[in-house]
């Protein structure tokens, strides 16, 4: 049993920077990728970005060149560092963890609001 528990939600104006956080209480096991996904009122859960436990990234067009997705493998924890937000941005951002290869797992956390407005 893994708990994912996210931080660093919050509001801030167009243009400015927040830095997500989200740990993992239980042991991942590798090869796994770790993700932020978001999702606004009335839209589908979508993608932002994504890490392979390799170091691999990819990022949705939308945020590429104005987010950062990092992991701490010793701390089992992924960062998403976002700046130059827009309104478009806001959103609640869930953590995601997925095991690719023998052993298949998904966890979710419980998600942090992120509200981009003036």
């Known amino acids: 049993q893994v708990q994912l528990v996210e931080s660093g939600g919050g509001v801030v104006q167009p243009g400015g920077s927040l830095r997500l956080s989200c740990a993992a209480s239980?042991?991942?096991?590798?090869?796994?990728?770790m993700g932020w996904y978001r999702q606004a009122p009335g839209k589908q859960r979508e993608l932002v970005a994504g890490i392979s436990s390799g170091g691999t990234t990819n990022y949705a067009d939308s945020v590429k060149g104005r987010f950062t997705i990092s992991r701490d493998n010793a701390r089992s924890t992924v960062y998403l560092q976002m700046n130059s937000l827009r309104p478009e941005d806001t959103a609640v951002y869930y953590c995601?963890?997925?095991?690719?290869?023998?052993?298949?797992?998904?966890?979710w956390g419980q998600g942090t609001q992120v509200t981009v407005s003036s």
């Open positions: 995601n963890v997925r095991g690719v290869g023998i052993l298949q797992y998904e966890y």
């Open positions: 239980g042991r991942i096991f590798s090869p796994n990728v």
